[in-house]
């Protein structure tokens, strides 16, 4: 792959070409926070933490989505950067019922450890509580809207990595939901092949499996990142 | 067909003829206002009384697009006199025909304006209304039948398609529309010579030209009027920007509220097929170009060039983060052009009178004319084409004849939902791109809703961020949470129960929604707040309580 040379925080690097801002960040070990992202799924930069400065662009660009070219200068943690950082992070509070002491996922929560990255201590705006429900109808998994940020990574791993297209999303703006089939109950689907994908891809508690209790939960999306690559390789 | 031939159908034998086979002509504006104040009576009324008096062979009666002068409306246009009657209905009709054709005289009452002005004028161009406008995208709305392909042809019609075919290279078209200054008429006013530009350098043996129709803003209705009135000259400009970025297939995705529109674009595209000027080698040359329309099911955010390409792909309306932009990646990975309807409609004048004569109009920086929707508490609302440049206080007082009840005038929102408000010390500025943005307003796509002192400021700020705040398409934080929060700030403030904290998060939400958001419809959503907050502060400090 041929180099090429880029600043990124005020340090000179040699990167590899034809690859995103986010993946050149993490092979140099600058942190930039995610929550839509998961390696090896196609990128939707919905969630809007991972939006850079680049000299000369005039709006800020989620480097989970743009490539990076030769001698660009760009700036991940600017005071700007972190503010707004700040402001999603407490959206995505205030947006839903995000409960921790009571979610399944406590202490092992992708947006609970977004909430500590971003020294989140109160929440500036009003909670929207809205009503949401809980899909149980599945054998083994659980669909809490309450825990859910939209980021439709079980969308994409279940149409991209499964194939079998189970979950979508329905409705506009505030009201969006994600749904199985077409708004069936999940374990009425017709399309789910109840492997379990969208259960770690999922970063907070909103799809967990039934048999554990508070805190238990344990997921692993590098599961899916790396199914993913030993089908490249195998392909 | 070949060349040859259709030059036949347009020069001796049939389009001119039949155009010119009248003496007299009754054309009954059937623009969607006027057909809601009963245009459709009126013009089935006036056949009528033709045929009964045995005229048929003398009169043509026309049913046309949109004449402009929406509220005056229904409107009857004798041709060749330019007489305009306004509010006809179906008891007006045997005087007009025995006044107008047999006693050749205009019946004074019934004449535009009359009900306003102490002298209306016999020939409706020499008013105040038509003579401040330009018109050069609707230049022949309003006197041709839509809904025929003569009448087209017989107005110079596909005449700049075969000038292009013939006697330019697409480098050569691209050079003319670079040079006339034209800019998205859409509402970002990109310039089109370059976006045409961009499209032809990628190489690809597919590409795509689209025409956005799908027009949401509230008060908005420029691109219906151009495609309801004249769809032919939208597919001709379409047509040339295929030939000149080297697209063989195109898409008007038009709206579904628009049934018209939609009904005579379709209608046209048949006609065109017929002729032989859509299809497969053009008139004998080797290029081939082919169109079809794509409905809209009634979400602005299709408005959006990447969300509505999703939805002509026939995915969730959902936009992507640029770049790639479409003229790299479009329509199903293709590099694709896509041009708002009022773009296109102005494509053709640009080829037939040359760049630099476009260029020469309006503005340096914002060259041609731009049509507005006036609405809202003004006398004469409706559709008008001014010269980029032309002040506000001209639009709302010259054109549009000043404020209703002869209130004061207190604001002008321009640019939808995505705009802002001019106040009423900035009614000298020029309407173009560059001196809207200048006051926190856009051109945006010509929407202009006039306010008087009856508006109140933070309500109007309120009822755009409610639409913005429906109308997200969910994907991206900043839009989907960002507008909810920001709505709900704004109906405390205007309950009477804000206090200078909520003030202060409107504000910083407002900068994060319009810098963070993922699309054109987030990052805008934010600007009927900004600026109200810009120039109506006291409004929003007088509610406000500690």
């Known amino acids: 792959m041929p180099k090429i040379a880029v600043t990124i925080d005020d340090k000179k690097l040699d990167v590899d070409a034809g690859k995103t801002i986010l993946e050149i960040c993490r092979e140099n070990g600058i942190e930039i926070l995610t929550m839509c992202h998961l390696k090896g799924l196609t990128d939707v930069g919905a969630c809007r933490l991972c939006l850079v400065e680049i000299e000369g662009i005039n709006k800020l660009l989620s480097a989970c989505t743009t490539k990076i070219a030769a001698n660009m200068v760009i700036k991940t943690q600017t005071e700007k950067i972190k503010r707004y950082q700040n402001i999603t992070c407490e959206l995505f509070y205030a947006e839903r019922n995000h409960v921790c002491s009571v979610c399944v996922a406590n202490g092992k929560c992708d947006l609970q450890k977004l909430g500590y990255k971003t020294e989140m201590d109160h929440i500036r705006y009003p909670y929207l509580f809205p009503q949401c429900n809980v899909d149980t109808s599945h054998a083994w998994y659980v669909l809490d809207h309450n825990r859910c940020i939209m980021c439709t990574r079980c969308v994409r791993v279940c149409a991209e990595v499964e194939g079998a297209h189970n979950w979508n999303v329905m409705n506009r703006g505030n009201k969006v939901r994600i749904i199985s089939d077409f708004d069936t109950p999940w374990g009425e689907s017709e399309t789910c092949t109840s492997c379990g994908k969208c259960v770690h891809a999922c970063p907070t508690g ?12 344990e997921k692993k999306p590098e599961m899916i990142t790396e199914l993913i690559e030993k089908r490249k390789m195998n392909l | 067909m070949n060349r040859q031939e259709l030059q036949t159908i347009i020069t001796a034998e049939t389009a001119i003829n039949i155009y010119n086979k009248y003496k007299h002509k009754l054309c009954v504006c059937c623009g969607a ?3 809601s104040s009963g245009a459709e009576d009126v013009l089935k009324k006036l056949e009528e009384e033709i045929k009964t008096r045995g005229l048929e062979n003398e009169v043509e009666v026309i049913a046309t697009g949109c004449m402009g002068p929406c509220n005056q409306g229904p409107l ?22 025995q006044s107008q054709l047999i006693e050749k005289k205009p019946i004074e009452d019934l004449l535009l304006f009359a009900d306003s002005r102490p002298k209306p004028f016999i020939d409706a161009r020499e008013d105040p209304y038509f003579k401040k406008q330009m018109k050069i995208a609707l230049k022949d709305c309003g006197h041709i039948n839509p809904e025929k392909i003569e009448d087209y042809l017989a107005n110079d019609g596909y005449q700049a398609f075969d000038k292009v075919l013939f006697q330019m290279s697409p480098e050569d078209v691209i050079a003319e529309i670079k040079q006339s200054r034209l800019r998205g008429r859409g509402g970002a006013g990109y310039p089109t010579g370059l976006k045409w530009e961009t499209v032809y350098k990628y190489v690809s043996k597919q590409k795509y030209v689209i025409c956005n129709g799908d027009e949401g803003d509230p008060g908005a209705f420029m691109d219906r009027s151009v495609l309801e009135g004249n769809p032919h000259r939208v597919l001709e400009g379409m047509c040339i920007a295929a030939y000149a970025v080297g697209a063989n297939k195109g898409y008007v995705y038009i709206r579904g509220e628009y049934p018209l529109a939609i009904k005579r674009i379709e209608l046209a595209i048949k006609q065109a097929k017929k002729l032989g000027l859509l299809g497969t080698n053009i008139l004998g040359t080797d290029f081939s170009f082919d169109v079809e329309v794509r409905i809209g099911a009634g979400a602005f955010v299709c408005g959006e060039e990447t969300a509505l390409i999703a939805s002509i792909e026939g995915k969730r309306g959902t936009p992507k983060p640029r770049p790639p932009f479409p003229a790299e990646s479009g329509l199903w990975g293709k590099p694709t052009l896509i041009n708002n309807v009022e773009t296109f409609a102005s494509i053709v004048p640009v080829i037939n009178n040359g760049g630099e004569w476009y260029s020469e109009i309006g503005t340096p920086k914002s060259a041609g004319t731009k049509i507005f929707a006036l609405a809202g508490k003004i006398n004469y609302s409706g559709l008008i084409e001014v010269p980029m440049g ?16 002869g209130g004061e005038f207190k604001a002008a929102q321009t640019g939808g939902p995505s705009g802002g408000c001019i106040p009423a010390e900035h009614l000298d500025v020029k309407m173009d791109y560059e001196s809207l943005i200048s006051l926190g307003s856009i051109m945006g796509s010509g929407g202009l809703i006039v306010m008087d002192k009856s508006s109140d400021m933070v309500d109007v700020a309120r009822y755009f961020m409610e639409f913005c705040m429906d109308e997200s398409c969910g994907k991206c934080v900043p839009c989907r949470v960002g507008t909810k929060m920001m709505h709900d700030l704004l109906q ?7 206090t200078t904290i909520d003030l202060e998060r409107l504000e910083e939400l407002a900068v994060y929604v319009k810098e963070c958001s993922l699309c054109g419809l987030g990052a805008s959503a934010p600007n009927p707040l900004l600026s109200t907050l810009r120039h109506f502060r006291n409004e929003y400090e007088n509610r406000i309580t500690e």
């Open chain 1, 206 to 217: 909103a799809i967990w499996p039934k048999a554990i209790v508070q805190g238990q939960l």
């Open chain 2, 33 to 35: 206002g006027c057909i």
């Open chain 2, 76 to 97: 009857i246009k004798y041709l060749p006199d330019h007489t305009i009657y306004q509010k006809v209905d179906c008891s007006n009709i045997k005087a007009i025909v």
């Open chain 2, 390 to 405: 032309t002040t506000l206080r001209e639009i709302v007082f010259d054109i549009g004849g000043g404020i209703q009840g």
């Open chain 2, 492 to 498: 405390k403030i205007c309950n009477d129960k804000g």
